[in-house]
Nanobody, 124 residues
């Protein structure tokens, strides 16, 4: 089983930037699709971005396209989410997850391993 640990969340003003990191343990990380999701209380977990095992393919939610960038470094077993031009509606608990398959997916149920989440709050 892979363990995932997110970091990099915090409080930021609207228009600001953050970079989230997700460090993975285990030998299967480099063979897995990775994704970022977010959730606010009372709402379902929402897809943010996903990246293929090699980093050659990515998908983004429309709400973050052009502002967020997902990337990965398989030598460090880490996936990143660079978030620019942050808005108050980006406030959420952000989770990383991995999917042991080749195809990208926007569905949380397609991901089998999850981190504990890191809080991002965008407020002035």
């Amino acid at each position: 089983q892979v363990q995932l640990v997110e970091s990099g969340g915090g409080l930021v003003q609207p228009g600001g930037s953050l970079r989230l990191s997700c460090a993975a343990s285990g030998r299967t990380f480099s063979d897995s699709v990775a994704g970022w999701f977010r959730q606010v209380p009372g709402k379902e977990r929402e897809f943010v971005a996903t990246i293929s095992s090699t980093g050659s393919a990515t998908l983004y939610a429309d709400s973050v396209k052009g502002r967020f960038t997902i990337s990965r470094d398989n030598t460090k077993n880490t996936v990143y989410l660079r978030m620019n031009s942050l808005k108050p509606e980006d406030t959420a608990l952000y989770y990383c997850a991995i999917r042991r398959a080749l195809s990208l997916s926007r569905r949380p149920n397609d991901y089998g391993d999850w981190g504990q989440g890191t809080q991002v709050t965008v407020s002035s």
